[in-house]
């Protein structure tokens, strides 16, 4: 059986297990089935149990409601895992379909944002991730047009807006720093390992935060309106996981999410436009206010 037939098998079983209705190993085998995956339970268990040793995807059994279920609190940050392997499932999705039913490349189309530089840095970075290998490298700054070497204990890849970032300790220091993958040159895996450190907790340095700015300000409710057309569009596509609808009328719906009111939120909030009006807090608000001000000042 090819990769993809296993990522897609893989996905199916977590999507199952996941809903939360305590599906049997009958269960999970015959959607399997009715996706044309017809396996043995045997192999299904191999499966499942693959999925816990290598995704450190907790699925348990429970002889009190006789069934299947994801224990969240030992499992990695589940959402963020199945997103993962839904990529990989559209990309398979369409490998399948260009290749099989011989569709022509001109009737799809991806967006065009540029090449992705330092795309070759992924693969040995998440080696020296999964091996805890040091890594070093020249990183450029784009602020002050500077480069200066690091090494790094590597922890996280993150992906944002189509970029990749490491997230690691520095090495020597506790500080906890990201790193774009564009902006790094000459890297290294060293042989030298490191120990992990304990106040690393991806799932929790991330648990507030749109994109990649974590430390401060600290996190707070953000509460904002947007117009009823486009608010459907933001209950389709949520802000971040702590969205939740307050309030709707004639005009719109009221949201609030609970986040860092960092530079990626400012960035998502003006991206809406006039459709979007932050009500609370009155710093965040002050803000937004002050640059629709300078932008006017660029069409005078």
């Known amino acids: 059986m090819s ?28 959607t399997l089935a009715r996706e044309g995956y017809e396996i043995s339970d045997r192999t299904l268990q191999r499966d499942i149990e693959h999925i816990r040793n290598t995704f450190q995807i907790e699925i348990e059994y429970s002889k009190v409601r ?29 490998s399948d379909s260009v290749v099989n039913l011989k569709l022509p490349h001109s009737i799809i ?17 998440l080696l020296a991730i999964k091996n805890r290998k040091k890594i070093s490298f020249a990183h450029h700054n784009y602020t002050f047009n500077s480069k200066k070497d690091y090494t790094i204990h590597p922890y996280l890849l993150k992906e944002y807006l189509y970029r990749w970032y490491v ?22 895996v060293l042989t030298q390992g490191y120990a992990p450190a304990k106040q690393f907790n991806a799932k929790e340095l991330f648990k507030h935060t749109i994109g ?51 530079v990626e939120l400012i960035q998502q909030l003006l991206s809406w436009g006039q459709h979007i009006k932050v009500i609370k807090p009155l710093s965040l608000k002050g803000k937004l206010k002050k640059i ?9």
């Open 3 to 30: 990769y993809n037939a296993i990522i897609k098998r893989y996905f199916l079983i977590i999507e199952k297990v996941a809903s939360g209705q305590f599906p049997s190993l009958q269960e999970i085998s015959s």
């Open 66 to 94: 006789q069934g299947y279920f994801i224990n969240k609190e030992t499992s990695i940050n589940l959402d963020n895992f199945t997103r993962f392997l839904e990529v990989l499932n559209t990309a398979s999705v369409f």
């Open 109 to 125: 189309m991806f967006e065009a944002s540029g090449n992705l530089k330092g795309a070759d840095h992924i693969k040995p970075v």
């Open 167 to 188: 997230v690691g300790v520095l090495d020597y220091s506790k500080e906890i720093r990201t790193f774009g993958l564009d902006r790094i040159e000459n890297l290294q």
């Open 212 to 262: 990649l700015t974590y430390t401060v300000p600290a996190p707070q409710e953000i509460l904002f309106k947007v117009d009823t057309i486009q608010a459907k569009y933001l209950e389709a596509l949520p802000l971040h996981h702590s969205q939740q609808k307050i309030n709707e009328d004639k005009n719109g719906m009221v949201f609030s999410i609970f986040v860092t009111p960092n």
């Open 292 to 300: 629709y001000k300078d932008s006017l000042k660029n069409y005078e």
